[in-house]
């Protein structure tokens, strides 16, 4: 039980990094996106220069991040005997993958940078620089998880 419990925090640890990081530098390449009063993605996302919104997204920061990783990490329990027998490169592989497949880019929700955001959304919200943009950071964050996992969780 405690191998589990490990997990699942070591899990989250590479999560939130990764999270935090990824979505730092591409929030650099996205400004316009987010920030300002004709972002792209005004219509849906919480206004991050409005204080109280900005607040409930930073109080809400971490507690989400920790269930989604806990939720991502219960799911490997079955096969963590079978992900701790394969080398660094098959795990940093594995789990990168998976992340950026399962998370991101085969999402059942339609966003900028899914497969079904290609296929529902507007053309606004998935010309190319928009995609590749949002993509950047679903493959950073997939880089950076697959080689935290790789190091930490096995």
Do not use: C
Not at 35 to 60: C, H, I, P, T, W
Not at 138 to 151: D, N, Q, R, V
């Amino acid at each position: 039980m405690l191998i589990y419990v490990k997990f699942s925090l070591l899990f989250f640890i590479a999560h939130f990094v990764s999270y935090i990081i990824a979505g730092v530098i591409d929030l650099q390449l996205a400004k316009k996106m987010y920030k300002g009063k004709d972002r792209l993605y005004k219509g849906f996302f919480r206004d991050m220069e409005n204080q109280e919104e900005s607040m409930r997204v930073a109080k809400l920061l971490i507690p989400s991040q920790f269930v989604r990783a806990i939720l991502m990490s219960v799911v490997l329990y079955p096969i963590l005997p079978f992900l701790q027998t394969l080398s660094f490169w098959q795990q940093f592989l594995f789990m990168g993958s998976l992340v950026f497949v399962y998370a991101d880019f085969s999402s059942a929700v339609p966003f900028s940078n899914t497969i079904e955001g290609l296929v529902y959304l507007k053309k606004e919200f998935v010309e190319k620089r928009v995609f590749w943009t949002i993509q950047f950071e679903a493959i950073l964050y997939s880089l950076l998880f697959g080689f935290l996992a790789a190091l930490f969780l096995f």
